[in-house]
């Protein structure tokens, strides 16, 4: 079935650095991969999508690029803040299991001042 | 435009009880989704719900059930609760049940099976 698998954390960072979060994935199709983050006591938002290959998607500074031949979506950010400690969630929906979203583990991140 | 709502925000259960947690869409959203968060880890899908109907089904026994209203609120019940039931439960609203839609998350529902 399909998955999603995450680089493990916490990632500590201190302000300003270039964050990335690995994520890999595996689905039969074409499905659509998605970045949802969390904050502490909150339920996800969705922070950026790409729907098909090469697609990038972008928000708050954050970015992924969906490539399928590397069967990847990393993201990216090229200077994090102290407001960005969260946990990240890589997912995809539209494989496998049709519409339902397939989540990774969660990648917890800190960023220090 | 109202995001996502669901109510309780906490609740403590024992063993064995019985538990309904409920969730409003988003404006013009039909379809539901409902997820289990277990501490530490990502989302699991239990089912989703389009228009009035369950659409689909995840890895989850019976006991977990649910309910669409035609004003496409949603509930989500489960008996005979096991401590493992323990975990954050997210509810999630699309515009339809197509497999390229975004769903928006609501806050969740924090449950303590005692």
């Known amino acids: 079935g399909d998955s999603v698998t995450q680089m493990e954390g916490p990632v500590t960072l201190s302000e300003e650095a270039f964050l990335t979060i690995n994520c890999t994935y595996t689905?039969?199709?074409?499905?659509?991969l998605f970045w949802y983050v969390q904050y502490p006591g909150e339920g996800l938002q969705l922070l950026l999508k790409a729907t098909k290959a090469d697609d990038k998607g972008s928000n708050k500074g954050f970015e992924a690029t969906y490539r399928k031949e590397t069967t990847s979506f990393h993201l990216e950010k090229g200077s994090v803040q102290v407001s960005d400690s969260a946990v990240y969630f890589c997912?995809?929906?539209?494989?496998?299991?049709?519409?339902?979203?397939?989540f990774g583990a969660g990648t917890r991140l800190f960023v220090k001042a | 435009e109202t995001g996502v709502t669901q109510s309780p925000t906490h609740l403590i259960k024992t063993r064995g009880q019985q538990v309904t947690l409920r969730c409003s869409s988003q404006?013009?959203?039909?379809?539901v989704s409902w997820y289990q968060q277990a501490l530490g880890q990502g989302p699991q899908f239990i089912f989703q719900y389009y228009r009035e109907e369950e659409n689909g089904r995840g890895n989850f026994p019976p006991r977990f059930s649910g309910l669409q209203f035609p004003n496409y609120s949603s509930e989500l019940n489960v008996n005979a609760l096991e401590l493992d039931d323990s975990a954050l439960y997210l509810c999630a609203s699309s515009l339809s049940a197509g497999v390229k839609e975004t769903q928006y998350f609501g806050p969740g529902t924090r449950l303590l099976v005692l």
């Open positions: 689905a039969t199709g074409y499905p659509s």
């Open positions: 997912a995809l929906s539209g494989g496998t299991g049709g519409f339902k979203t397939i």
């Open positions: 404006s013009g959203h039909n379809t």
